[in-house]
């Protein structure tokens, strides 16, 4: 996580990613969410391989979804927010293999035949994911009709609580409100800090046994129709942990090393950084989606 800096670099902190190989040491700095042309000079994903794995994805943050989800979590954006017309691939040479986006390989399996599939690595807990939400739901509303949003949580960085920001998104999911509490999970993090790892003086991180925990968690679904005992109990359940399990696998799979990663049709691996910013992340996937429909 992002050492602390003065004050007047406050807000370049909010653009730059949350790394696999985080300094866990320092406390996590909250990042607003910026404007989708803001620039971020996040420093791209590697580029290394990883092993593959069984694919699972998760159901679009923020974006309700009626398909039911099939054994690998994975829930679609709803239809009405990929409508936009598809984009014909044209390569005028902007966009460079190994500069802005990063070809992984092996190409990991999809979930959605027929689709081309896009997917936001991410964390509650992490501060330019919470700075990208909005730039994230940007993309979602961008897509093609041949075209499907799906979000992966991640969880390799425990000193910050995202295990059980990960965990709580699952059982969320599970129970049907994780769309409807997405806004309120970053909120809990970032602005009313009742779901923070930073210690209350702000100059470092709370001991493990003072993070917040599943039943914290809870406490900021309940407003949206959820028994907090039901809750914990989901949470505790061996489906939910087949499904952690599972994400942490396909995000070694993709190589992902920092948050927030977007990634096409397992294939193409971006950061905000190596696109360039925020507006051009967005265009990235644009042109990828339009690259995977043409067969390209």
Not at 59 to 86: L, R
Not at 94 to 109: D, H, M, R, T
Not at 235 to 244: E, Q, V, W, Y
Request: charged share 15%.
């Amino acid at each position: 996580m992002l050492k602390r800096l003065p004050l007047l670099c406050a807000a370049l902190l909010a653009l730059a990613a949350c790394s696999n190989s985080s300094d866990t040491t320092s406390a996590p700095t909250a990042a607003p969410v910026a404007a989708a042309t803001a620039p971020a000079p996040a420093a791209p994903a590697s580029v290394a391989p990883a092993p593959a794995a069984t694919a699972t994805t998760i159901m679009a943050p923020a974006m309700a979804s009626t398909a039911p989800a099939p054994e690998s979590a994975v829930e679609p954006a709803p239809a009405a927010t990929v409508a936009s017309n598809a984009t014909p691939f044209v390569d005028d040479g902007k966009w460079v293999e190994g500069k802005n986006y990063f070809l992984i390989e092996p190409a990991q399996p999809t979930s959605q035949p027929g689709k081309v599939e896009v997917t936001e690595v991410f964390s509650y807990g992490c501060p330019a994911c919470n700075a990208f939400h909005a730039t994230a739901n940007q993309i979602a509303a961008s897509l093609p009709a041949n075209a499907v949003m799906t979000y992966l949580p991640a969880s390799f960085n425990p000193p910050e609580n995202w295990v059980m920001l990960q965990r709580a998104y699952f059982t969320a999911q599970a129970l049907g409100v994780a769309e409807k509490g997405n806004d309120a999970m970053y909120d809990a993090v970032w602005k009313t800090r009742a779901l923070s790892a930073m210690n209350p003086a702000g100059t470092g991180l709370k001991p493990a046994s003072a993070l917040p925990t599943i039943a914290d968690a809870a406490k900021v679904y309940a407003p949206f129709g959820v028994d907090p005992k039901e809750f914990e109990a989901v949470a505790a359940s061996f489906a939910t942990n087949l499904k952690m399990k599972r994400a942490d696998e396909r995000v070694k799979a993709l190589g992902i090393e920092q948050t927030p990663s977007m990634v096409v049709n397992g294939k193409y691996r971006y950061t905000v950084g190596s696109a360039g910013g925020y507006a051009q992340t967005v265009e990235l996937t644009r042109w990828l989606v339009a690259k995977e429909a043409a067969g390209k």
